[in-house]
């Protein structure tokens, strides 16, 4: 049998590796999605009826489940250099404890970048999800080029405040989510290379192949 090409050739987001003290992100595979789906059941916030709750996850877990499932093979599809996003899975010590996703919108020509990430509550409180954002910076920044990179959270969500203030994002106005679920009303977050905080550990980005800056626009 003629030897078959290996997935990251074919789907070059999965060679992606950032490495950052004892946290690992990279994009979620196939293989990974049983341990996805288990860790969609556990809890991610302190207050479930928090206005701060995503809306995804006030479905319930079979629901978020399947949806996160769809939403996973939908992004997979839909990457090219004019709209992109990678999902990208956080293990600590080998063990999965989240997500952190970077976006972006003709990304060749705006140089700007959008986020969101969750951890389960168990894994709150221990830098974690400090240090993914600013490996996924250094990846922007460093690695793609970008000269800016945008967040948003929903008034009072200080923990995720908290973290955007320790990368060095910068307050950038108010805005209303566009997010499914109850409309709430989001502080918007900037930061630049020049406002950037960076961690205290190396970040080592592997897998950044020539195929997958052009996939990005990069």
Excluded: K
């Excluded at 990279?26 to 207050?47: G, K, N, Q, V």
Aim: proline share 7%; hydrophobic share 40%.
């Amino acid at each position: 049998m003629t030897d078959l090409p290996d997935l990251t050739i074919l789907h070059p987001p999965f060679g992606l590796v950032l490495r950052a003290g004892d946290l690992t992100l990279r994009p979620l595979t196939d293989a990974d999605l049983p341990e996805y789906a288990a860790l969609l059941h556990r809890p991610i916030f302190a207050d479930p009826g928090s206005p701060s709750v995503f809306g995804w996850y006030r479905a319930e877990p079979e629901v978020r489940v399947r949806n996160a499932l769809s939403f996973q093979w939908r992004l997979r599809s839909a990457v090219s250099p004019g709209d992109w996003t990678l999902p990208l899975g956080i293990w600590a010590d080998g063990r999965l404890i989240g997500c952190q996703d970077i976006a972006a919108v003709r990304f060749a020509e705006r140089r700007t970048v959008t986020s969101g990430s969750w951890l389960t509550l168990d894994a709150h409180g221990q830098g974690f999800g400090t240090l993914m954002r600013q490996a996924m910076l250094v990846l922007a920044f460093d690695h793609l080029g970008a000269q800016r990179a945008e967040s948003a959270a929903a008034l009072g969500n200080e923990a995720s405040f908290g973290v955007s203030r320790a990368c060095g994002y910068v307050e950038d106005g108010t805005q209303m989510s566009t997010l499914p679920g109850p409309t709430t009303c989001e502080q918007r977050f900037l930061a630049t290379p020049g406002t950037f905080r960076r961690p205290g550990v190396p970040v080592q980005v592997e897998g950044l192949t020539a195929e997958l800056r052009a996939l990005l626009g990069a």
